[in-house]
């Protein structure tokens, strides 16, 4: 199947808030499942993920120099991949996301972190490396969920 592409540059063209940037997101999203046949969990994932990293790497990397956030979907017979690169700050979800402890009670924990904890428990595989200053995160889920 034909990978699709997505990405937001933050200095060229309209500044649009980061709600707007992941309406449209959200739109291509559905519009791949549609045309792939996706089931419904597996679009809630991919839309899950992409909305938390795309939505973090946003926040945090425009203060630190981001300009650019790249999304690349490939959906495979057995699974989805998504890549998604930017050239924010190093941040390896794999190892420096805290891991909330979900025993403790809600006054008792922080605000945020658990969406890329989700992310980490719920996807078939997570692999992060740093590359020539960009952030490159790749995402596997297997269609059968």
């Not at 959200?26 to 795309?54: F, V």
């Not at 922080?110 to 995402?139: C, K, Q, S």
Request: proline share 6%; hydrophobic share 40%.
């Amino acid at each position: 199947m034909t990978s699709r592409s997505l990405v937001l540059d933050f200095e060229q063209g309209e500044q649009q808030t980061n709600a707007e940037m992941l309406e449209g997101i959200s739109t291509q999203i559905d519009e791949m499942a549609e045309a792939d046949d996706w089931s419904p969990k597996l679009l809630y994932l991919i839309q899950l993920c992409l909305e938390e990293l795309a939505l973090n790497a946003m926040t945090y990397g425009r203060q630190k120099g981001l300009s650019e956030f790249q999304v690349s979907i490939t959906p495979g017979v057995e699974e989805v991949v998504l890549e998604l690169h930017d050239n924010g700050a190093a941040f390896d979800p794999t190892r420096d996301a805290p891991i909330p402890d979900p025993d403790a009670p809600m006054e008792d924990r922080p605000i945020g972190g658990l969406g890329i904890f989700l992310i980490r428990e719920m996807v078939d595989d997570l692999a992060y490396r740093r590359e020539e200053g960009w952030n490159h995160l790749t995402i596997t889920i297997r269609r059968a969920q």
